[in-house]
């Protein structure tokens, strides 16, 4: 049991000293209150706008959930992907080649520790920020369910990565429990009843048994599925190298081949880019309805579009850099300005027309009229241009660093927020468009757009200093 | 002719001082090696002469390129095998020497047969389709070493060049280095591993706390070691290691030599005073003259 008390405090303490030094020393201290705050912000606006308390209850959990989901993927697969986030990293979770120590009872470990470790960083000040919209009292109760939420996500990973390990067989059990959990909701069984949720919205024994079991049970699947010894096999590849080179001789740009290969060779390839642009497209169908249905409001859905999906660039311009090193570069005759080039050639490739044919997709779906569509097509444009030179404005070759340096991120968020949010409410408020409005919101688009280029153009020469400082 | 020229470089890392005035020479053809422990600034060094860094202070010449002023110039004309780097993840080695190869404007069939050269001299040739990430460590590096030598450069900068590979590995490098200075080339090489800079370098120069402290041909060293002039020169506590080893003695003879090291004194200016009068090698240290 002391061990066991040494490596949890290890794992703890490492976890934080981890999330100190990538997301900017004591500045992470802040994320908590950053978190509190945005989060009471966005509880107070959307009850003021009319959103139903249930409604934000129930997508705080929503979001909680898919977070322990991808908490976990980060967690458990394994060195290569620490080793793509986070660089030449070496965690206690790996130690069981060095110490007497099993691997699944160092897994369990780590869970404790990501439950813990998240449910006060991040869960708690989560929690308190809905003190505007539930009673007190009620408080201590959410945080316990957006926690056990938390950790379902996370066992739910942790199963799957489990039976992964099992090759196809455990693959075809992961296929089928997932299925089945949908085909399950699809038949209109109460699939929620079992989940933390419930418990927050009706509190009694049986609805706390129904949201304990689910996250058991993946637990017993994981620890009876993981093969501690499993290896996948080597990956080969033809040298598609040289079949970008002869696909489009006038790319013939060795940094932007390569950024296309890191995409496409990594886990999801070039379908991740489309997937994550797919989620902001639900994300945008759900802000709409909602402000059709309970809010009451005539919405331009190619403005409203357009302007929420102009938010890819910055998934985008992630995967764009994230299997990518710097440091590879430094050796070479490359010249850093070369580099980010480079990146905004496979932007203007991958990036733009992913936002517009999800654009397209969605304004057309939703019966955006000529000049909406238009109007919208300008603002999708122009955001993806200008969050592109503001994300390497603020983050350089690593937007990564965004998301828990509470500084940045808060100059993130402002930045992001300057130009959306008019233009999102002229999408929610300004049905039927007029002529004019049209014309100042393509005007915007360009705008935007130039804006973009400003803030690239300054910043590249700024990062090519600091790379070699 | 001059290879690699310094004069006075500095460089701090906040309060950390990596290069306290480090000049040094050398010249082109040889072989040289700066050994020095952990920490001594040996890394700094080479990311400074490879335009990867910027001094604080001081001048350098890299084939006659200014490193501070045109840093791409330099990487043209050098190679460059950092330490413990690893090649792209996503890549396939083949993949990599074409991306390589297409930065040093090189033709594809240039590429095809320089690579099928080095995979055959360094044996992994059956990974050249394997994704780098599932490269073993030693795999990776070898391909890092075909990468540094791909454009078949007059200068290469190599930190650790042995790090994981295999003895017998080891031995190829070592005669594909010596090969490469027999041709006219020169080697930098960055270690702190004594027996592979006694047995390779033609010149070593050692560095504590960001100074080069003096030069030594370890051919003409005679009775004397190289770890005893490192151990000598970096101020380790022999006594110590003697404890260490038994009282057997890690062959730390630290009167004895004394008389040897008779640029010593001269060495508190730095290394440019270190030249060939005091090296007790037997031929004239050109390669150490100011």
Redesign the interface.
Same mark, same amino acid.
């Given at each position: 049991m002391s061990a066991d008390r040494a490596v949890l405090a290890a794992m703890v303490r490492e976890e934080w000293r981890l999330h100190s030094r990538l997301f900017g020393g004591r500045r992470f201290a802040a994320f908590p209150v950053f978190v509190a705050l945005v989060g009471g912000l966005t509880a107070w606006a959307l009850g003021t706008a009319g959103t139903g308390t249930a409604t934000v209850v129930a997508g705080a959990h929503v979001l909680v959930a898919l977070f322990g989901l991808q908490t976990g993927t980060v967690g458990l697969v394994g060195r290569d992907a620490m080793r793509g986030l986070l660089g030449e990293t070496t965690l206690v979770v790996f130690s069981a080649h060095t110490l007497p120590l099993r691997q699944r009872r160092l897994l369990g470990l780590f869970l404790l520790k990501d439950v813990g470790y998240y449910a006060v960083l991040l869960l708690l000040p989560l929690a308190a920020a809905f003190a505007p919209l539930l009673p007190l009292a009620r408080l201590p109760l959410l945080w316990l369910t957006l926690a056990w939420t938390f950790t379902l996500g996370l066992c739910a990973t942790v199963a799957v990565v489990a039976l992964a390990t099992r090759d196809r067989p455990g693959k075809v059990v992961a296929a089928l429990g997932a299925g089945a959990v949908v085909a399950a909701a699809l038949a209109g069984l109460p699939v929620v009843a079992a989940t933390p949720y419930a418990l927050f919205v009706a509190p009694g024994f049986t609805s706390a048994v129904a949201a304990a079991l689910p996250p058991l049970c993946l637990l017993c699947v994981a620890a009876f599925a993981y093969d501690p010894e499993h290896e996948p096999p080597a990956r080969t590849a033809d040298n598609a190298y040289r079949a970008w080179q002869r696909r489009v001789p006038a790319w013939d740009d060795p940094v932007f081949v390569k950024t296309m290969l890191d995409v496409s060779h990594s886990a999801g390839g070039y379908w991740k880019v489309l997937l994550s642009a797919g989620i902001l497209v639900a994300v945008s169908a759900f802000l709409v309805s909602l402000a059709e249905s309970v809010v009451g409001l005539g919405v331009l859905p190619g403005v409203a579009f357009g302007s929420v999906l102009g938010l890819t660039a910055f998934t985008t311009y992630n995967w764009l850099t994230q299997f990518d090193d710097p440091t590879t570069y430094a050796t070479l005759p490359v010249d850093t300005a070369a580099v980010f080039d480079a990146k905004r050639r496979a932007f203007a490739v991958l990036g733009l027309p992913t936002g517009v044919a999800w654009y397209a997709v969605a304004a057309l779906w939703q019966g955006a009229t000529p000049l909406d569509f238009l109007a919208g097509l300008a603002l999708c444009v122009g955001l993806q241009a200008y969050l592109f030179g503001l994300t390497v404005a603020l983050a350089g070759l690593q937007p990564n660093e965004f998301l828990f340096d509470t500084v940045l991120f808060a100059a993130f968020t402002f930045g992001v927020a300057v130009p959306l949010v008019p233009v999102l409410v002229v999408g929610f408020v300004a049905a039927p468009l007029s002529t004019p409005l049209a014309g100042a919101l393509v005007v915007a688009g360009l705008v935007l757009a130039g804006v973009g280029h400003v803030l690239y153009g300054r910043a590249v020469p700024r990062w090519r200093e600091r790379a070699r400082e | 002719m001059n290879a690699i020229t310094t004069e006075g470089l500095r460089k701090s890392y906040g309060d950390l001082t990596a290069l306290a005035g480090l000049t040094l020479d050398v010249p082109a053809g040889e072989l040289f090696g700066l050994l020095g422990p952990n920490g001594a600034g040996k890394s700094t060094t080479i990311?400074i002469l490879?335009? %990867?860094?910027?001094p604080d202070a001081g001048t350098a010449s890299v084939l006659g390129v200014d490193p501070v002023d045109d840093? *791409?110039?330099v990487?043209?004309r050098v190679g *460059?095998?950092?330490e %413990?780097?690893s090649p792209?993840? !996503?890549?396939?080695p083949?993949?990599y020497f074409? !991306? *390589?190869g297409? *930065?040093?404007d090189l033709d594809?069939e240039t590429v095809d047969a320089r690579v099928e050269t080095w995979a055959d001299r360094l044996g992994y040739g059956a990974k050249l389709?394997?994704?780098n990430?599932?490269?073993s460590r030693g795999q990776q590096q070898k391909v890092m070493i075909t990468a540094?030598f791909l454009h078949d450069p007059d200068l290469v900068f190599i930190d650790e060049p042995l790090a994981n590979l295999d003895p017998i590995v080891q031995e190829t490098v070592k005669r594909v280095l010596r090969d490469y200075r027999d041709d006219g080339n020169t080697v930098f090489l960055s270690t702190h591993d004594i027996d592979v800079a006694a047995d390779l370098c033609d010149r070593v120069g050692i560095v504590r706390e960001g100074e080069l402290v003096t030069t030594r041909r370890p051919a003409g060293l005679g009775e004397e070691r190289l770890l005893d002039v490192f151990l000598r020169e970096v101020g380790a506590d022999t006594d110590a290691l003697d404890d260490a080893s038994g009282g057997a003695g890690a062959g730390v003879e630290t009167g004895a030599d004394e008389g040897s090291d008779a640029g010593e004194g001269s060495d508190a200016d730095g290394a440019t005073g270190h030249t060939e009068g005091t090296d007790a090698g037997p031929g004239p240290d050109t390669g150490a003259g100011r």
């Open positions: - | 990311r490879t335009g %990867q860094l910027r840093p *791409v110039g990487r043209e *460059v095998l950092p %413990q780097e792209p993840s !996503f890549m396939t083949r993949e074409d !991306f *390589v297409s *930065v040093r594809a389709d394997t994704m990430t599932d490269l540094a």
